[in-house]
């Protein structure tokens, strides 16, 4: 009962601690707004844009008004949410461990009683938690003002499928930021995992698109998991996978990416030299 | 020539610096690898399902992102790094070091950082281009090639300016980056054909910030559409456009108040 009961005590002593640091790094994503504002409606808004009117280019070049299952307006719809998705799911982008370890800022999580991977976490999802809530007013406004059919259903259950996926990648990429304790640099480790993930995943243009045989390759891969499928059932669109299946391939994976970065850390922590001790 | 020698000197720090970081040198260049194939793959992926994107077909569109991945390699070689350090040395004070030297700061400020391992991706870059060139369908004459790879260095020297217009701000806000993730978000309209952007854009792109001068109106020139204006055009907005920066630059400079004071 006692063991219970310290059990229960660290858990909400880390959920607190979580907390704390995703409202620190909420505070500081909000520090600088015009930055901040600006950024955002360039880097989601003029990207869907710019897909939006070379798709109607080519949608009028060949005289059709819906391709592999996709008409102009559900596929503004999907790059919307896809772009979104990406945001909330690559929060943090690269550096955000390495830099702690080059210039010796891992030292002081090292002495406090925290864990370094759940704080960190927090940070992780202090930077998501704006794109969730675009992405949510995103769709009711879609909802109320030009209606399709998402249903609450699929946007609960996709909604649930991004921030398993989150978790996810975050797993994945601090593994690759660990390798900082080896390595000089770690960015273009970082750049290359965002390009793959961007292609494998559907952010350019949907999978439905590509070669049968590449679309049955990435689907041994994490890939269309993270973004792809979880959108195709937001929008409303036909998934050859249940919500149910999707969720438990992505707990393989985070699993599976768990295992990796607690050994990469192990591994990894005893060769950091702390700089400045 | 002092200039010239100074940029020497970088070059060789820069190799005897990456050298020493293997590794990192090798990981570059399979990323720059991976970005581009994929790129390259993509737009394929879109010509299994049309003959033309914005007015342009496959083999034209094909030299367009090739010279994109030649633009890629020039800016990462020469601008990408001091790009990024700049507002760094800015909030940090560290430009009081450039302001003391007997050169100009903007010099050393842009061009210090050579990147030796994109160097490498640039021979990849001008590899994929001369393949594009012998794709495409339609005749070219050397003299239009030579002008079409001078404004694509323009073009690149533009696309650092922009850059340097989005981190100015630092000057005045403080702020860690300025507005340098806007340049990010703006990355298709430098990918894809100027045909497929509306009268609004196409403006906006061309006069206000000069996305379309770094590729797509070079591009225009060399496969014989608005030959003229897409040249004069090119040409005049580059220079107003440095005008305009070198003017918010010592604007800048008066304001840089260094760290401790």
């Known amino acids: 009962m006692i063991l219970l009961l310290n059990h229960i005590l660290a858990m909400k002593k880390q959920i607190n ?12 994503t909000f520090m600088y707004k015009i930055e901040f504002w600006v950024s955002f409606f360039a880097t989601t808004c003029i990207p869907v844009l710019v897909s939006y009117l070379m798709w109607k280019s080519i949608y009028a070049h060949n005289n059709v008004s819906e391709m592999n299952g996709y008409t102009l307006s559900e596929l503004v719809l999907y790059y919307f949410c896809i772009h979104l998705s990406w945001k909330a799911i690559f929060s943090k982008g690269s ?5 702690d370890i080059y210039y010796g800022g891992l030292n002081k999580y090292i002495v406090y009683p925290v864990s370094y991977l759940n704080f960190k976490f927090g940070e992780y999802i202090g930077k998501s938690v704006f794109y969730f809530l675009n992405l949510i007013l995103f769709i009711i406004a879609h909802y109320m003002f030009l209606g399709n059919e998402v249903t609450f259903f699929n946007f609960l259950s996709s909604f649930l499928l991004i921030l398993l996926s989150t978790l996810t990648f975050y797993l994945v990429s601090s593994s690759i930021e660990y390798l900082s304790f080896w390595v000089d640099n770690i960015w273009s480790l970082a750049v290359m995992l965002r390009s793959m993930v961007a292609f494998g995943g ?10 049968e045989s590449l679309q049955n390759f990435l689907h041994f891969t994490p890939f269309p998991y993270l973004f792809y499928y979880p959108v195709q059932i937001m929008i409303g669109k036909k998934s050859p996978y249940s919500v149910l299946t999707i969720a438990s391939i992505l707990s393989l994976w985070i699993i599976l990416s768990y295992l990796l970065n607690r050994f990469v850390w192990k591994k990894g922590s005893y060769k950091y030299s702390g700089v400045g001790i | 020539m002092r200039y010239l020698k100074l940029y020497a000197h970088f070059v060789r720090f820069s190799f005897t610096k990456a050298l020493q970081f293997r590794l990192d040198f090798t990981f570059r260049i399979v990323m720059d690898l991976v970005f581009h194939t994929l790129n390259l793959i993509f737009f394929k992926i879109l010509f299994n399902h049309t003959d033309a994107i914005g007015g342009w077909d496959e083999s034209q569109v094909t030299l367009f992102v090739a010279s ?19 507002p760094e040395h800015i909030n940090k004070g560290e430009l009081d070091l450039y302001l003391t030297k007997p050169v100009s700061p903007l010099f050393i400020f842009s061009l210090k950082e050579f990147a030796a391992n994109s160097f490498v991706n640039l021979f990849f870059g001008i590899g994929i281009f ?17 002008i079409y790879v001078f404004l694509i260095i323009n073009g690149t020297t533009l696309f650092y300016l922009m850059q340097t217009l989005m981190t100015l701000p630092v000057f005045w806000t403080q702020s860690p980056r300025g507005f340098d993730l806007v340049l990010h978000g703006m990355d298709p309209i430098l990918k894809y054909p100027m045909g497929v952007q509306n009268q609004a854009l196409r403006v906006i792109f061309t006069f206000l910030l000069p996305m379309n001068l770094v590729l797509a109106l070079p591009a225009k020139f060399f496969f014989g559409e608005d030959v ?21 630059w010592t604007r800048g400079l008066k304001r840089y108040s260094s760290a401790s004071s």
């Open chain 1, 17 to 28: 601690i979580f907390l704390h640091s995703l409202g620190i790094e909420l505070r500081k």
């Open chain 1, 202 to 211: 559907g952010v350019l243009v949907p999978l439905s698109f590509y070669p």
């Open chain 2, 68 to 86: 994109f991945i030649l633009f890629d390699g020039i800016y990462m070689t020469i601008f990408a790094s001091n790009a990024w350090w700049f």
């Open chain 2, 228 to 248: 003229l204006t897409s040249l004069v055009l090119t040409l005049l907005i580059s220079i107003l456009f440095w005008s305009f920066i070198l003017f918010l």
């Open chain 2, 130 to 146: 001369t393949w594009a060139l012998t794709q495409v369908e339609f005749s070219f004459s050397i003299f239009s090639l030579l």
């Open chain 1, 95 to 99: 550096g955000y461990i390495a830099r």
